[in-house]
């Protein structure tokens, strides 16, 4: 270490250590919400309120109030009619939403993108300006309409509402045509030669190869959809037809605007699924945001 | 697309069959389309020239328009919205790309870090405002006892409606005049949650852009001599620019709609101190079910956007850099 060329290196390094400074820094400050959710959730009332850091060995007595996941569970309510928590209501609300939101969005998207990618039928570019054109039309634009709608169609309160105006990505379509275009038109020859339908087509070649978009389509809007709070908000009255982010809302504006142990016990049960879900499946996240740029 | 066609019955017959099965593929998404995005267009141009309860009682032309252009409440939820806008724009994407450009100088560990950036962006917008509202609290909130650390007093964050400058200098024993005191930290606080939020969306997005600068730009640059800053300045951003200017295109956009955050952290207040105009349409419609006053101001506000839109494309797309 005498060589006086390693002090080059040496200097370099302390660039360097100011990059990992700031990343680290920054890391942190996109964890650490989650972390004090976590711990605000496992504290007593009393700890809450005074704003105890660490209330647990080895700085404090308590231990940790794991009791507070069944408490708020229970202090969210009970469902009259099915006589389950409310909770769970909830859940399953959230569930059918985004999964029969998932598999239509996933369904329509293949079946249009096929068409724009391989079938020739009159007014093709027409339509595709027409997909198009939807994206300039934004959300905030159509919610009276939609809500007015939702009345006409005797759809306020049920599933329906939450459901069927979502079944429909403009940007499922996209990224699949863009990836249906991409599989090497050889093959598209090639199994039309052997007699192949475009249907079999569809079903034994692009959707296999197309796995990667798929999931991207499906992962995107399984949380953009688990995300939707106004419109449930809007067009459903019951205790039992609330999603989570609108039940999670409501407990904050009632019992867990005091019991804030309570309330980041809620969040964790929220959170915390959605994240280790992530962790499976962030590189379709990030691949898939960075190809299309798409935000939700 | 021409293809070669032997016109025999059976081919033409094939043919035909092909056609209707792809209009058969693009019906579902066409007919959902039709339905949830350009009937509601319509019918929501003809709502905002009704005097709608449940259906169209009166139609009075232009005077729910005429009604907003003469509301100040219109006006200063617009002018929350541009504010915020403004404020949050900037930050959310200087920040996201310096960090970027850090996460670009070949760091270990470079997908953990962009991994943790974008944790925010995936969950659930309800739940981690709940965590930053409780942060926010005022008296011995989380943040108040950290800056307490620093000595900085303790703030009410999302319920202090006066303006941060204001705050920041009246520490000192200076007062501001009226109108200087900057945005409000109300406004401020729920700035810092969305940039919060959407600084590892920006990132991942400035990340791929970057990617795509070709090598031999930067080899080029470090053998003519140019320390780090010039080739930052001269080469990163401006081959950049296509990316930097498509997310402050929708970053924009997004500030317009923002709705689920502030209205589950503020409700638009204190007073109307956070009421953004998504907040302001919300409440003519749920608290005082004006649904074509509510159309109306959507329409207002959409061609605002629209109108900015335009005015970006033409005053950044001439210096936006395509290789």
């Not at chain 1, 370099?12 to 250590?17: A, E, T």
């Not at chain 1, 995107?220 to 995300?227: A, E, G, R």
């Amino acid at each position: 270490m005498n060589n006086p060329r390693a002090q080059l290196p040496a200097r370099l390094d302390v660039g360097r250590i100011l990059i990992y400074a700031v990343l680290i820094l920054g890391a942190l400050i996109s964890v650490i919400p989650f972390l004090y959710m976590l711990l605000t959730s496992l504290k007593t009332y009393g700890s809450v309120v005074v704003d105890n850091f660490w209330p647990w060995p080895p700085f404090g007595t308590e231990a940790f109030q794991w009791s507070n996941y069944p408490l708020a569970i229970e202090t969210i309510g009970m469902d009259k009619n099915w006589h389950i928590p409310l909770f769970f209501r909830y859940l399953m609300n959230s569930v059918i939403m985004s999964g029969v939101i998932v598999v239509g969005t996933v369904v329509t998207s293949i079946l249009a993108a096929y068409t724009f990618a391989y079938i020739d039928i009159p007014g093709k570019n027409f339509f595709f300006i027409l997909v198009l054109a939807t994206l300039m039309i934004p959300n905030d634009l159509t919610l009276v309409p939609k809500v007015v709608m939702v009345y006409n169609f005797k759809w306020y309160n049920t599933y329906q509402a939450l459901t069927l105006p979502f079944l429909v990505s403009v940007f499922g379509i996209f990224l699949m045509r863009q990836f249906f275009m991409q599989i090497p038109r050889d093959l598209y020859d090639a199994a039309r030669i052997d007699g192949a339908s475009h249907l079999r087509y569809l079903a034994s070649v692009v959707v296999p190869i197309s796995q990667p978009a798929v999931m991207t389509v499906a992962l995107l809007n399984f949380i953009w959809s688990l995300d939707n709070f106004r419109w449930p908000l809007l067009v459903t009255r019951d205790e039992n037809m609330r999603v989570l982010a609108v039940g999670l809302q409501q407990f904050w504006v009632g019992d867990g605007s005091t019991q804030t142990q309570l309330l980041m016990a809620f969040a964790s049960m929220i959170v915390v699924p959605v994240l280790i879900f992530y962790f499976f499946t962030q590189k379709n996240f990030t691949e898939g945001i960075a190809k299309t740029g798409i935000k939700g | 697309m021409q293809q070669k066609t032997n016109s025999t019955p059976q081919s033409n017959k094939k043919r035909l069959g092909d056609i209707l099965l792809g209009y058969a593929f693009l019906a579902p998404a066409l007919v959902l389309l039709v339905v949830f995005e350009f009937y509601p267009l319509f019918l929501g141009l003809y709502i905002s020239m009704c005097n709608w309860r449940t259906s169209c009682r009166a139609f009075i032309g232009a005077e729910n328009y005429i009604r907003a252009f003469t509301d100040p409440e219109m006006w200063h939820s617009l002018l929350v919205t541009a504010t915020y806008s403004l404020v949050s724009v900037p930050v959310q994407l200087g920040l996201g790309l310096v960090v970027a450009y850090l996460l670009f100088q070949k760091i270990k560990g470079m997908e953990w870090f962009r991994m943790m950036f974008f944790m925010p962006y995936i969950t659930t917008t309800v739940a981690t405002a709940a965590i930053w509202a409780y942060l926010f609290s005022p008296d011995k909130g989380p943040i108040n006892k950290l800056l307490g650390v620093f000595g900085i007093p303790g703030q009410r964050w999302l319920g202090e409606t006066r303006g941060i400058f204001d705050l920041m200098l009246s520490g000192l024993g200076i007062s501001l005049p009226e109108g200087l005191g900057g945005p409000n930290l109300a406004l401020v606080s729920l700035i810092i949650y969305t940039t919060w939020v959407f600084v590892g969306y920006d990132v991942v997005i400035f990340l791929a852009g970057l990617v795509n600068i070709p090598k031999e730009l930067y080899d080029a640059a470090k053998v003519d001599g140019a320390n780090g800053w010039n080739i930052f300045r001269h080469i990163t951003l401006p081959l950049l620019s296509p990316t930097t200017f498509f997310l402050t295109l929708i970053t924009v956009i997004g500030t317009f709609k923002a709705f689920n955050h502030i209205y589950v952290m503020t409700q638009g207040g204190p007073g109307n101190a956070t009421t953004t105009a998504s907040i302001f349409i919300f409440q003519q419609l749920v608290t005082y079910n004006r649904y074509g006053y509510s159309a109306a101001i959507s329409f207002i506000v959409f061609i605002i956007i629209l109108l900015l839109t335009i005015l970006q494309n033409k005053v950044a797309g001439e210096r936006v850099v395509y290789e």
